[in-house]
């Protein structure tokens, strides 16, 4: 597949329940970003990776926990949740360097907390 | 920190008359400007973008202006299709797209 894929695609889980949340892109780009889209609300910019190093963490509570192993691929592990943690979940990936930095959306996570 | 407020909430025009979406920014040292669309249930895709070097661009029926000194942008649609019903986003960063600050969104409904 190409592009930025994500899975799962839905998501419901308790409070108490660990998930993760994974996102691969296939563009060759280095730098990879988690974003967070409630409704009524901005998309908010929750963690960006450069170079798989962590350049952004956007005072994201500790209940969200990112990992970037390469280039190509994105996790944000989850334990513990709010309700209000509810929301769709989009990754990106661009470059980080040059004219080229258009963001490429994943189709997201939708995530329910019961 | 860049905050980005975008107006308006909602806006319904009729098939062939213009749209515009207006946004304001807050840190003049935001360099990039992007806008993206996001039809119902699918991914929010790129379809224009400014550099502050430059103060207008377009492309087809798309066209963006930049005024740097007042902080704004906006987003002009000419002619107007029904498949241009979707939510609307712009966003401003320092750093050419590394750190997209986005605004609330606009949704736009083309009545035919």
């Known amino acids: 597949e190409t592009g930025v894929t994500q899975t799962p695609r839905h998501l419901v889980m308790g409070m108490t329940n660990k998930k993760s949340l994974k996102c691969e892109q296939h563009?060759?780009?280095?730098?990879m970003y988690w974003y967070k889209q409630s409704a009524k609300k901005p998309l908010e910019l929750m963690f960006v990776?450069?170079?798989?190093?962590?350049?952004e963490n956007n005072s994201v509570p500790s209940r969200f926990s990112p990992e970037c192993p390469n280039s190509s691929h994105l996790f944000l592990h989850l334990h513990t949740l709010q309700p209000e943690d509810s929301a769709l979940y989009l990754c990106?990936?661009?470059?980080?360097?040059?004219?080229?930095?258009?963001?490429?959306f994943g189709p997201g996570t939708r995530l329910t907390v019961l | 920190g860049e905050n980005v407020e975008q107006h308006p909430s909602t806006l319904s025009v009729q098939e062939g008359d213009s749209a515009v979406i207006k946004c304001t920014y807050s840190?003049?040292?935001?360099?990039?400007f992007p806008w993206y669309k996001q039809e119902l249930g699918k991914r929010p895709q790129l379809i224009i973008d400014?550099?502050?070097?430059?103060g207008e661009k377009k492309d087809q029926r798309i066209a963006v202006t930049l005024n740097k000194t007042a902080k704004h942008f906006s987003l002009h649609i000419t002619e107007t299709q029904p498949e241009d019903s979707a939510v609307y986003f712009c966003?401003?960063?320092?750093?050419?797209?590394?750190?997209?600050?986005f605004g609330a969104g606009t949704i736009l409904r083309v009545k035919s």
């Open positions: 400014i550099r502050s070097n430059v």
């Open positions: 966003a401003a960063s320092r750093e050419y797209g590394n750190k997209l600050v």
């Open positions: 840190d003049s040292a935001s360099n990039y």
């Open positions: 563009l060759g780009h280095n730098a």
């Open positions: 990106a990936s661009s470059y980080t360097s040059g004219d080229g930095n258009e963001q490429f």
């Open positions: 990776y450069s170079l798989e190093e962590r350049v």
